[in-house]
Nanobody
Framework: QVQLVQSGGGLVQAGGSLRLSCAAS????????MAWFRQVPGKVREFVAA????????YYANSVKGRFTISEDNAKNTVYLQMNNLKPEDTAIYYC??????????????????WGQGTQVTVSS
């Protein structure tokens, strides 16, 4: 079992930056792919970014590529999502997720089985 606790998020103006954190505990954090998803009320949850358990492979949705960076600190069992040049369309609830290591380019919601509690990100225009 893996528990994920998120922090960060909030309100920012367009063009600004935010960093989300996701601290993992429970079963060994290693050998788990980690990812970030986001969801707007009434819409499906969508993939944002993923990082392999080794940290040497990352993958991004086209909508955030070049603006968002996913990283991890294995010593702290924490994954981060640095979000720069935020746009109003980035407004959503953001969730971190984990699964036993797999192909990080498989980005379906159902392929991840541990989830954080979600954190609101609001970008004003």
């Amino acid at each position: 079992q893996v528990q994920l606790v998120q922090s960060g998020g909030g309100l920012v103006q367009a063009g600004g930056s935010l960093r989300l954190s996701c601290a993992a505990s429970g079963r060994t954090f290693r050998r788990h792919d980690m990812a970030w998803f986001r969801q707007v009320p009434g819409k499906v949850r969508e993939f944002v970014a993923a990082i392999s358990w080794s940290g040497d492979d990352t993958y991004y949705a086209n909508s955030v590529k070049g603006r968002f960076t996913i990283s991890e600190d294995n010593a702290k069992n924490t994954v981060y999502l640095q979000m720069n040049n935020l746009k109003p369309e980035d407004t959503a609830i953001y969730y971190c997720a984990a699964r036993s290591t797999f192909d990080i380019r498989t980005t379906t919601v159902t392929s991840y089985y541990y989830w954080g509690q979600g954190t609101q990100v609001t970008v004003s225009s």
